[in-house]
């Protein structure tokens, strides 16, 4: 317990020491409040006199530079004043100048203008002769063209085609047999054939080829399609794999414009081009074909193996049915023989039963012996020669 004294009254009471430290904070709060308003009114104050000060020095910093401002623009106009006087002598030097080089432009683009139209002149009269000379050629390729057969137009075809694979035959196709099909036994005929073999004499591909190129102005325009029964037909014929139709015709069809076109969907392995495609075709088939190459020696080795197999358990089973047949007949043989056998023992062994049996006989023949001899005995008795023939190499 603490004793504290009253200011006022002087008397002392006491009080525990949650209520001692609850008077404490309480004065300690008064004190630490009144103490902080007597800082916080300090503090108001000095800030009110720096603000003052500080508007003074701001204001008078101010004062100086707008006296600075002032000389340095009264210094700037009477130098801009000089400036003018000089930029307007120097703009009407320069308008002078500028003056005399536009009258001198104007003359030198007059002479260009000149210079332009007769280079102009020359130019499309260049390109006039160079239009009227591609249209002279184009009006000769037209009357040579409308001049020209179908059949010929045709030919002419076949040779482009087979000048360009005579390009290449040398490096490209030394393997390669391309020439006219020139057998119609069977009432038609392609144009060429193309056959390529490797070095051991294998086919690798063959292609029916069929040109056809139809003149502009023919009444009867044919199209691709009316070819391709006969070509496919032929190509059966020869035994080709591939056939190909080396066309000019339709030329405003895009499908045909485009390049290779596949028409296995009509006819088997059949194919409809432009001529430049003419090489590349023969190349691509022929590529696939090598590369299917491998793959069918690999089926071939397999069905030999098996031809191989099959050809061994036929040669097994004729030596089983020969074994069998020749095995069945010595069988029969050898038990005929054991049964000749068997009869020729039972015959001796009657025989000798019999010879057994006689021996009162024997005797008495014995006593003869000395009169008798063996080959007396048994002349005129071939069976009782045999017997003692018998007995004797026994």
Same mark, same amino acid.
């Given at each position: 317990?603490?004793?504290?004294?009253?200011?006022?009254?002087?008397?002392?009471?006491?009080?525990?020491?949650?209520?001692? $430290?609850?008077?404490?904070?309480?004065?300690?709060?008064?004190?630490?409040?009144?103490?902080?308003?007597?800082?916080?009114?300090?503090?108001?104050?000095?800030?009110?006199?720096?603000?003052?000060?500080?508007?003074?020095?701001?204001?008078?910093?101010?004062?100086?530079?707008?006296?600075?401002?002032?000389?340095?623009?009264?210094?700037?106009?009477?130098?801009?004043?000089?400036?003018?006087?000089?930029?307007?002598?120097?703009?009407?030097?320069?308008?002078?100048?500028?003056?005399? +080089?536009?009258?001198?432009?104007?003359?030198?683009?007059?002479?260009?203008?000149?210079?332009?139209?007769?280079?102009?002149?020359?130019?499309?009269?260049?390109?006039?002769?160079?239009?009227?000379?591609?249209?002279?050629?184009?009006?000769?390729?037209?009357?040579?063209?409308?001049?020209?057969?179908?059949?010929?137009?045709?030919?002419?075809?076949?040779?482009?085609?087979?000048?360009?694979?005579?390009?290449?035959?040398?490096?490209?196709?030394?393997?390669?047999?391309?020439?006219?099909?020139?057998?119609?036994?069977?009432?038609?005929?392609?144009?060429?054939?193309?056959?390529?073999?490797?070095?051991?004499?294998?086919?690798?591909?063959?292609?029916?080829?069929?040109?056809?190129? +139809?003149?502009?102005?023919?009444?009867?325009?044919?199209?691709?399609?009316?070819?391709?029964?006969?070509?496919?037909?032929?190509?059966?014929?020869?035994?080709?794999?591939?056939?190909?139709?080396?066309?000019?015709?339709?030329?405003?069809?895009?499908?045909?414009?485009?390049?290779?076109?596949?028409?296995?969907?009509?006819?088997?392995?059949?194919?409809?081009?432009?001529?430049?495609?003419?090489?590349?075709?023969?190349?691509?088939?022929?590529?696939?074909?090598?590369?299917?190459?491998?793959?069918?020696?690999?089926?071939?080795?397999?069905?030999?193996?098996?031809?191989?197999?099959?050809?061994?358990?036929?040669?097994?089973?004729?030596?089983?049915?020969?074994? $069998?047949?020749?095995?069945?007949?010595?069988?029969?043989?050898?038990?005929?023989?054991?049964?000749?056998?068997?009869?020729?023992?039972?015959?001796?062994?009657?025989?000798?039963?019999?010879?057994?049996?006689?021996?009162?006989?024997?005797?008495?023949?014995?006593?003869?012996?000395?009169?008798?001899?063996?080959?007396?005995?048994?002349?005129?008795?071939?069976?009782?020669?045999?017997?003692?023939?018998?007995?004797?190499?026994?």
């Amino acid at each position: 317990m603490n004793e504290i004294i009253c200011p006022s009254c002087k008397k002392t009471f006491k009080v525990d020491e949650a209520g001692f $430290a609850e008077i404490l904070k309480q004065v300690r709060d008064h004190q630490f409040e009144k103490e902080l308003g007597s800082r916080l009114n300090l503090a108001e104050k000095e800030k009110s006199e720096a603000l003052k000060l500080k508007e003074v020095q701001v204001e008078n910093s101010f004062k100086d530079l707008i006296s600075k401002k002032e000389k340095e623009l009264s210094e700037f106009k009477s130098k801009l004043d000089n400036a003018q006087t000089k930029t307007q002598l120097a703009v009407t030097e320069a308008k002078m100048e500028v003056e005399k +080089e536009r009258d001198n432009l104007k003359s030198q683009l007059k002479t260009k203008e000149v210079e332009s139209q007769l280079l102009e002149k020359s130019l499309t009269e260049k390109f006039q002769a160079i239009i009227d000379h591609k249209d002279e050629e184009i009006a000769l390729r037209k009357d040579l063209k409308m001049k020209l057969s179908t059949k010929m137009v045709g030919e002419t075809l076949e040779q482009h085609c087979e000048v360009e694979f005579n390009k290449l035959r040398a490096t490209a196709f030394k393997n390669a047999y391309f020439e006219k099909d020139n057998d119609a036994s069977s009432g038609s005929k392609g144009d060429y054939i193309f056959k390529d073999s490797d070095a051991d004499g294998n086919e690798i591909v063959s292609i029916m080829f069929e040109m056809k190129n +139809e003149n502009d102005q023919t009444a009867t325009k044919k199209k691709n399609d009316d070819f391709l029964k006969e070509l496919d037909k032929d190509r059966i014929q020869k035994k080709c794999e591939y056939a190909v139709l080396v066309s000019l015709l339709e030329p405003e069809n895009e499908l045909y414009n485009q390049g290779i076109v596949d028409m296995s969907h009509k006819y088997e392995k059949m194919y409809v081009i432009r001529p430049q495609f003419f090489i590349p075709i023969i190349t691509l088939l022929r590529n696939a074909a090598m590369n299917s190459m491998e793959y069918k020696a690999e089926l071939n080795l397999v069905r030999n193996q098996n031809l191989d197999i099959t050809n061994f358990e036929e040669k097994m089973n004729s030596f089983k049915e020969g074994f $069998a047949r020749n095995y069945e007949l010595a069988s029969k043989k050898f038990n005929i023989a054991i049964q000749e056998i068997d009869k020729t023992i039972s015959h001796l062994q009657k025989t000798k039963e019999a010879l057994l049996s006689s021996e009162n006989n024997l005797r008495l023949a014995n006593n003869k012996a000395d009169d008798l001899s063996i080959k007396k005995l048994t002349l005129g008795n071939p069976t009782m020669k045999s017997k003692f023939d018998d007995l004797k190499s026994n």
